[in-house]
């Protein structure tokens, strides 16, 4: 089933979203779901999903009010500092397991209907009560808690911004949505401007986006990093080896036992496929399924450690080019940043007051990590797994469904211009910046820091394959 994939006309934008929320073929599979505040069955693994985890285990306040908001938080260094533009660059809200994982799925859930033989009450429920309602065509695509994520987003930013995310500006057109052209980022897109349109009752007037890959799924376009890293199988040779790790196998080998079954029977894969039985079941449902019987926290911490060590080495710190193919996002973002504020010292008023831009996992990281963040004094690897307990580098933490960098300009009075970020809506400081309000510096402080990229950094070089003298 196709729901609303690609791009649509304005015109159709809230039929969609009310499509999604409605769709009976959806309905079966969302008996377990409760209201936010509601006492959460929460998976006590449940913060170590990675980036299939729930935004709510990074802000667990959310968990009573899914509105809650602090401004406090944010502390300008001055009372009259005032904010002058907001730039957001999120992730899309919870969605389906891709194809390639509802396979891993299904093999795995045939494997214990059919072989498992443990006594554990709750494996009974797995066999008896549980049916595999995951299929290949949900593909990646939004759910119902994928719409409530940016729709809830939507108004937590405008209780955080009340000045930049209002009814005002985005009637008057300061208000700009980019998307990659992914079926559940242009539905992400849309959620979010149904959050606003409903918050304020909008019903005279339509709010179109943007689909710019170029931008949002620039991974696809860096010639270099596709073919020297995503097509490179020896790129994640740490990886491999720590699935081959004694780490790894124990986890395999307590799975097994669990489901007593012979410890032949479970790969890595399906030590994957099991965790993500779990990580689905409560992010798309908020149901503490019987899969996650099948992990204890020990077990937790490897699978995160996995999938950690695979972001790290796909998409950020392991290979130059996996930031450096973020390059042209990096720089969209200054000149925006730069407009704004040459608007405003000349006394305009500042004409895109607010952009929202939409994408992936893929397309946070690589930017976090070419601005420096969440960069440990060890680089992980297949054999340093006990020794990066502490480690920042954790996309638990970092990069949970509808995950998001947001940079805040401010405008505090006579010349003085400062840059926020904040990371899932928590103020972070720029690495570099500690000894200079690093959690609100000066914007040409920021600007003098990130100088050799803002000078260079071009993806058109970046991306380039060189060839070898001899293959000319």
Not at 240 to 260: S, T, W, Y
Request: proline share 4%; aromatic share 10%.
């Amino acid at each position: 089933m196709q729901l609303f994939g690609g791009v649509m006309s304005s015109a159709l934008w809230k039929v969609a979203v009310v499509h999604l929320t409605a769709t009976v073929g959806l309905s079966c599979c969302f008996r377990g779901q409760v209201k936010a505040g509601d006492d959460l069955d929460v998976p006590a693994i449940a913060k170590y999903f990675s980036t299939k985890g729930r935004y709510e285990e990074v802000n667990p306040y959310l968990r009573e009010d899914i509105l809650a908001v602090n401004r406090s938080a944010l502390r300008p260094p001055f009372a009259q500092c005032r904010e002058i533009h907001l730039t957001a660059i999120v992730r899309h809200g919870t969605r389906y397991p891709t194809a390639k994982n509802v396979r891993k799925m299904r093999k795995l859930y045939d494997l214990v209907r059919d072989r498992a033989s443990g006594r554990g009450s709750w494996l009974q429920e797995i066999k008896s009560q549980w049916p595999m309602w995951y299929t290949e065509d949900m593909d990646g695509r939004l759910v119902r808690k994928g719409v409530s994520d940016h729709k809830h987003l939507a108004v937590r930013l405008s209780k955080l911004f009340p000045s930049l995310v209002s009814e005002e500006k985005l009637r008057g057109g300061h208000v700009r949505f980019v998307t990659s052209s992914k079926h559940r980022c242009v539905n992400s897109t849309l959620s979010f401007v149904a959050g606003l349109t409903e918050l304020w009752a909008i019903t005279d007037k339509e709010f179109d986006h943007v689909v710019n890959d170029a931008l949002m799924r620039f991974f696809d376009k860096c010639t270099k990093f596709v073919q020297e890293v995503d097509n490179n199988p020896s790129a994640l040779s740490e990886v491999d080896q720590f699935k081959k790790g004694p780490e790894m196998r124990r986890v395999q080998e307590k799975i097994a036992d669990r489901l007593n079954v012979p410890y032949d029977t479970i790969n890595d894969d399906m030590a994957e496929a099991a965790f993500y039985m779990c990580a689905y079941e409560f992010a798309i449902k908020t149901v503490n399924s019987p899969w996650c019987r099948l992990f204890d926290e020990v077990d937790a911490k490897v699978m995160e450690y996995a999938n950690d060590l695979k972001q790290f080495w796909k998409r950020s710190y392991g290979h130059d080019i996996n930031s450096k193919s973020s390059c042209i996002l990096f720089h969209d973002v200054f000149s925006r940043l730069d407009k704004a504020v040459n608007e405003n010292q000349s006394g305009q008023q500042v004409t895109e007051a607010v952009t929202v831009q939409v994408g992936h996992a893929e397309t946070l990281l690589p930017l976090l990590t070419l601005l420096g963040f969440f960069k440990d004094s060890e680089a992980l690897t297949s054999s340093n797994y006990a020794t990066q307990t502490h480690r920042s580098f954790r996309t638990s933490h970092m990069l949970p469904y509808a995950a998001n960098l947001l940079l805040v300009l401010y405008d505090c009075g006579r010349g003085d211009l400062r840059l926020q970020p904040l990371l899932n809506e928590k103020p972070v400081t720029f690495p570099g910046l500690a000894e200079q309000q690093a959690s609100m510096p000066l914007y040409g402080d920021v600007k003098e820091h990130y100088r050799e990229l803002l000078s260079g950094c071009d993806f058109e070089t970046e991306c380039q394959l060189f060839k070898h003298p001899a293959e000319f």
